[in-house]
């Protein structure tokens, strides 16, 4: 598995994209508020996305088990949505639980993010669901650095979700970044024989898209008939939070910060 090693340009470059990534999410962080569409949010995120020159990754996105190409440049992934919901007229609810992905090219570099928003009164294990996963992934943040295996973060992340009770999602994983959105290596947000088999052993200027999704029952999936929808099996809520990371000398920096 070969993954590429930036240099301290390239690594600018993906700070410029990840920081447009991150004024999406943040901006969409404010304006998810009960009443709203998901299809405002993805519009909000297209004048955003055109004011910073930049490209939107995932409109047009081919799927050879969907009709159409992803039409949108963000996901919206509502409650037992995992990952990978189309924007739409769907009005966000008090008591909704959205997850929003947005991924962006810039002067040639990528950024990839994700962010749960909880919209209105929650109900306390919707919200315990939010507060855990973002946890996992900020002890990927904290666990990431230079000499370490994959294996060894990815098991972290794992325990902190299993033991409050929830379930991994196994199908969709992290992955590096760079030039194009998915580039090696996967990232497994668990850790099973064949991360093991193929660890990765961490350097300084991989650039790693680092992404759980937690699911409150099973960790097991389907994708709804429109090809795209990413559902939990067993229709109980889904959270998920994602940072591009770069790994510095001693941990990470977050190119996607939304601060
Ligand atoms: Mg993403
Ligand atoms: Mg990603």
């Known amino acids: 598995m070969a993954v590429t090693i930036r240099s301290k340009r390239e690594i600018e470059l ?18 998810a ?22 490209i939107a990754l995932f409109k047009g996105v081919e799927n050879p088990d969907a009709k159409m190409a992803f039409p949108s440049s963000i996901c919206a992934s509502i409650n037992e949505q995992v990952v990978h919901g ?5 009005k966000l609810r008090s008591g ?14 990528c950024g990839d993010s994700a ?21 996992t ?15 060894d973060v990815a098991r972290k992340m794992q325990e902190h979700a299993e033991g409050a009770g929830f379930g991994v999602v196994r199908e969709y994983v ?5 030039r194009k959105m998915h580039e090696d290596p996967k990232l497994p947000n668990f850790v099973n024989k064949e991360l093991l088999r193929n660890d990765l052993l961490l350097r300084k200027g991989m650039i790693l898209a680092v992404e759980p999704m937690v699911n409150i029952g099973t960790h097991r999936t389907r994708v709804e008939a429109d090809g795209w929808t990413v559902v939990t099996a067993d229709g109980k809520a889904s959270a998920h939070f994602e940072h591009t990371l770069a790994i510095t000398e001693n941990g990470v920096e977050i190119m996607t910060s939304r601060e």
């Open 174 to 178: 992290g992955h590096g970044i760079g």
């Open 86 to 90: 189309i924007p739409g007229q769907r």
């Open 33 to 54: 508020v009960e009443g709203v569409t998901t299809a405002r949010l993805a519009q909000i995120s297209d004048e955003v996305i055109k004011d910073a020159g930049a």
């Open 137 to 151: 992934l900020e002890i990927a943040i904290s666990e990431t650095r230079p000499g370490r295996y994959w294996s």
């Open 14 to 31: 993906l700070r410029a994209a990840g920081e447009v990534v991150g004024r999406v999410l943040k901006r969409l962080e404010e304006e």
């Open 115 to 135: 962010v749960t928003i909880m919209v209105g009164q929650i109900d306390p294990e919707k919200e315990k669901l939010v507060r855990i996963t973002r946890e």
């Open 96 to 109: 909704d639980i959205v997850s929003i992905d947005c991924g962006v090219k810039l002067n040639g570099y």
